[in-house]
Nanobody, 120 residues
Framework: VQLVESGGGLVQAGGSLRLSCVASGSIFSINAMGWYRQAPGKKRDFVALVDSGGTTNYQDSAKGRFTISSDNAKNTVYLQMNSLKPEDTAVYYC???????????????WGQGTQVTVSS
């Protein structure tokens, strides 16, 4: 299973970005997909998650500014980020959780990350 993120970049404070993540491979089902972020010198933190039923969950700092959505048929998850702040600067990682595969070993999978930089 491979996850590929896109959509990161440099934006001014108050701006918006939309991240995308596509999961590919011998996937039978994915229980949930989510976004995490890691700033320099800090641990990787949870940002948002959406399960296969459409239920979402957000980190407190993302509520009201970020919106996670998914297209289950395309194994794709999006993160719309509005009103960005310099403290949102980080590498954003996509995760596919509790993946059932048609061959090989299932489990949780991560993308390679995409850089988001918010300038003040």
């Amino acid at each position: 299973v491979q996850l590929v993120e896109s959509g990161g970049g440099l934006v001014q404070a108050g701006g918006s970005l939309r991240l995308s993540c596509v999961a590919s491979g011998s996937i039978f089902s994915i229980n949930a997909m989510g976004w995490y972020r890691q700033a320099p010198g800090k641990k990787r933190d949870f940002v948002a998650l959406v399960d296969s039923g459409g239920t979402t969950n957000y980190q407190d700092s993302a509520k009201g500014r970020f919106t996670i959505s998914s297209d289950n048929a395309k194994n794709t998850v999006y993160l719309q980020m509005n009103s960005l702040k310099p403290e949102d600067t980080a590498v954003y990682y996509c995760q596919a959780a509790s993946v059932i595969v048609t061959s090989g070993v299932g489990g949780d999978f991560w993308g390679q990350g995409t850089q988001v930089t918010v300038s003040s």
